[in-house]
T-cell receptor, first 120, second 112 residues
Framework: GAVVSQHPSWVICKSGTSVKIECRSL??????MFWYRQFPKQSLMLMAT?????????EQGVEKDKFLINHASLTLSTLTVTSAHPEDSSFYIC????????????????FGPGTRLTVT | AQSVTQLGSHVSVSEGALVLLRCNYS??????LFWYVQYPNQGLQLLLK??????LVKGINGFEAEFKKSETSFHLTKPSAHMSDAAEYFC??????????FGAGTRLAVHP
């Protein structure tokens, strides 16, 4: 259970074009999804928190007009990189948050496999 | 604000040797702590987590970690390294009710 998929797994696009990345929770509903960016040999940097039915919350320094996030349903969030440039090339990872069961329930994040974006 | 520091960006061990990956945290509230593993070009897989229950936490693939409040540490260990353990390991602390703050990561190399 708790599987998160991302599509595509890798994409190459030309500078100036836009690219959409999908994040889906396959067997659970997620009111909150997160989008991370990871540069080579570096840690994950949180870009934004996506809440179903409302606007995403962006981290400081992340351009909301460049990285458009839509969380249209409880199982799907999309990240669109608009007017992509080579510096946007990176590994993008999403996660979906779900409340665990049990006495000490908490929100656990389940991670997708990532999307490698290369902008030429 | 919560934070984690991973000591040692690279750790190299021999196959069969003890694995010790260090993580220290800073938190203004009782922390929830996590260790994740990442293989090349893949997402993160949860190894284990501490959520205020037992201080010694056992995870998958033979890993375990001990929460030590007095030392603000949550080090990851495995008694005997296997070649398949070679990967990037991230320590994380929860911020708020569902955000994660990650450490810089430690790359584990296992040599024969």
């Amino acid at each position: 259970g708790a599987v998160v998929s991302q599509h595509p797994s890798w994409v190459i696009c030309k500078s100036g074009t836009s690219v959409k990345i999908e994040c889906r929770s396959l067997d659970f509903q997620a009111t909150t999804m997160f989008w991370y960016r990871q540069f080579p040999k570096q840690s994950l940097m949180l870009m934004a928190t996506s809440n179903e039915g409302s606007k995403a919350t962006y981290e400081q320094g992340v351009e909301k007009d460049k990285f458009l996030i839509n969380h249209a349903s409880l199982t799907l969030s999309t990240l669109t990189v608009t007017s992509a440039h080579p510096e946007d090339s990176s590994f993008y990872i999403c996660s979906a948050s779900s409340l665990t069961s049990g006495r000490e329930a908490y929100y656990e994040q389940y991670f997708g496999p990532g999307t490698r974006l290369t902008v030429t | 604000a919560q934070s984690v520091t991973q000591l040692g960006s690279h750790v190299s061990v021999s196959e069969g040797a003890l694995v010790l990956l260090r993580c220290n945290y800073s938190s203004s509230v009782p922390p929830y702590l996590f260790w994740y593993v990442q293989y090349p070009n893949q997402g993160l897989q949860l190894l284990l987590k501490y959520t205020s229950a037992a201080t010694l936490v056992k995870g998958i693939n033979g890993f375990e970690a001990e929460f030590k409040k007095s030392e603000t540490s949550f080090h990851l260990t495995k008694p005997s390294a296997h070649m398949s353990d070679a990967a990037e390991y991230f320590c994380a602390v929860r911020e708020g009710y569902n955000k994660l703050i990650f450490g810089a990561g430690t790359r584990l190399a296992v040599h024969p």
